[in-house]
Structure formats: structure tokens, C-alpha cells
């Protein structure tokens, strides 16, 4: 093998190997972090369940009683334009009797998606300019929505903190027993369980596990537990 072309290999197997190995040989410097009820807003509340802190939002009292689950990576703030609508009973749907939609100018059905909606001016609003709002929703309902551990400004314990894989706290199974002791904390009887992305297959967990706590589940873009032949990958990855 010529000189210069064995040179070259060895050049780019050291560069590889640099950027393989570099970043596990590059000292993490100690991260500058802050208490998360400094982050916290007004309406931020918590509560520890199961010896880890809990950070919920909670508005309005009364039944039926909504609790709303995030998905993955989501935290309570996917739901700050929720929670007040369902609380206060005054959810933006649209009535879909009040509602004409003005094909005359469309040449065909073809168009009909790009037509303009129309909207009477004695809808509930006020407003032609605004969706008729209709009271979906009872007015008294309770509205909890709450960050799972290791998201938003709940807690984020480490592997340091529990002695088995039967006590760690981001196992499925533990977190329905969070989600229970949060339910028996707070006083919270045959809830809603509103959940999004992965937080389904949470939802849909505890629904089987503890029926009697629930009086209805609702899924919204769900996205249901990894398969056991896919678990493995999964974990890897």
C-alpha cells in the first residue's frame, strides 16, 4: 500500500475516532439551574406525590372535573387555552346550525373548500368576525391540568434515586399510581381524563387499571404504547 494513501487512512480513522470518542472524553461543566417555582406562574400550584413534587393548574370548581394529560416532551403550557374554556363552560365551538358557508362565487364543488365562511351577527359573541360560542361545557366544572414527571417544572429524579427498576418512578406502572395518589390528594372523583400524544397510552392504562375513578376519557391526536417487538429498538434508540 502506498505510503501516502495509508497516511490518508490513518488521517481519517484518528479523525473519527476523535469524534466518536471526543464528546464521552469532554468534561460536562456543572449546569447553572434554578428552583422550578422560580419558573413558575400564578397559577402554578404543587403538591408531593409519592415523595416527588408535582406541578399542576387548576381552575374552576365544581363538576365534572377534567384532567388534562400531555404528551410527549409537553408540559401544563399545552393547555393554557384550554383550561380556562372548559372551567368557565364557555368552549369556542362552533354551532353548526348558525353557520352558512357561501358557495355562490365558487365555479364548481372542486372549490368549495376555499369558500367563505359565513357567520350570523346574533351569535353568542356579538361579532359576525368571531365563532359563535355555545356552552358546551357545565360552567362548574373543574379543570386540572398537571406536568408527569421529568417535564415542565415537575420533578426530575435520577437513577441515583431509586434502588430498583419495581421503584422507578418513570416506569407505566408508577405513573398511574402517580396519577392516582394525585387524584386522592387533590379529592378529585370520577374525572375526565383528557390526553394528548402519548399521554393516551397512559390514559388508557389507568382507565382499564381503575374504572371506577373515571367517568370518561378523551383522546386527542393519541399516540398509543410502543409494541413489545418494538420495545427493544425503541429503548435503544
Known amino acids: 500500500m502506498p505510503v501516502r494513501l495509508l497516511t490518508t487512512l490513518i488521517f481519517f480513522g484518528v479523525v473519527l475516532l476523535l469524534l466518536l470518542v471526543g464528546p464521552f472524553l469532554t468534561p460536562i461543566p ?5 428552583p422550578a417555582s422560580t419558573l413558575a406562574g400564578e397559577q402554578s400550584q404543587f403538591v408531593e406525590v409519592d415523595g416527588y413534587r408535582i406541578h399542576y393548574v387548576q381552575r374552576g370548581q365544581g363538576t365534572p372535573s377534567y384532567v388534562l394529560m400531555h404528551g410527549f416532551v409537553g408540559n401544563t403550557f399545552a393547555w393554557r ?11 369556542a365551538l362552533a354551532a353548526p346550525d348558525d353557520i352558512a358557508v357561501n358557495t355562490s362565487n365558487t365555479p364548481d364543488a372542486a372549490d368549495a373548500s376555499n369558500a367563505v365562511t359565513e357567520l350570523p351577527t346574533g351569535s353568542a359573541t356579538g361579532s359576525a368576525t368571531e365563532p359563535p360560542i355555545v356552552s358546551a361545557i357545565d360552567a362548574s366544572a373543574t379543570v386540572l391540568a398537571y406536568d408527569r414527571l421529568g417535564f415542565g417544572l415537575s420533578g ?13 418512578p418513570y416506569a407505566f406502572i ?4 402517580h396519577l392516582l395518589e394525585l387524584l386522592d390528594t387533590l379529592a378529585l372523583e370520577d374525572v375526565i381524563l ?3 400524544d402519548t ?7 389507568f382507565a382499564q387499571n381503575y374504572p ?10 393519541p399516540v398509543p404504547e410502543v409494541t413489545s417487538n418494538l420495545r427493544g429498538i425503541w429503548r435503544l434508540l
Open 30 to 34: 456543572e449546569l447553572d439551574t434554578v
Open 156 to 168: 426530575r429524579p435520577t437513577r441515583d434515586t431509586w434502588n430498583s427498576q419495581a421503584n422507578n
Open 81 to 91: 387555552h384550554v383550561t380556562d374554556a372548559l372551567a368557565s363552560g364557555r368552549a
Open 194 to 196: 383528557v390526553a394528548h
Open 199 to 205: 399521554g393516551a397510552a397512559l390514559a388508557l392504562a
Open 212 to 221: 371506577e375513578r373515571l367517568d370518561g376519557v378523551v383522546l386527542v391526536a
Open 174 to 177: 408508577q405513573q398511574q399510581q
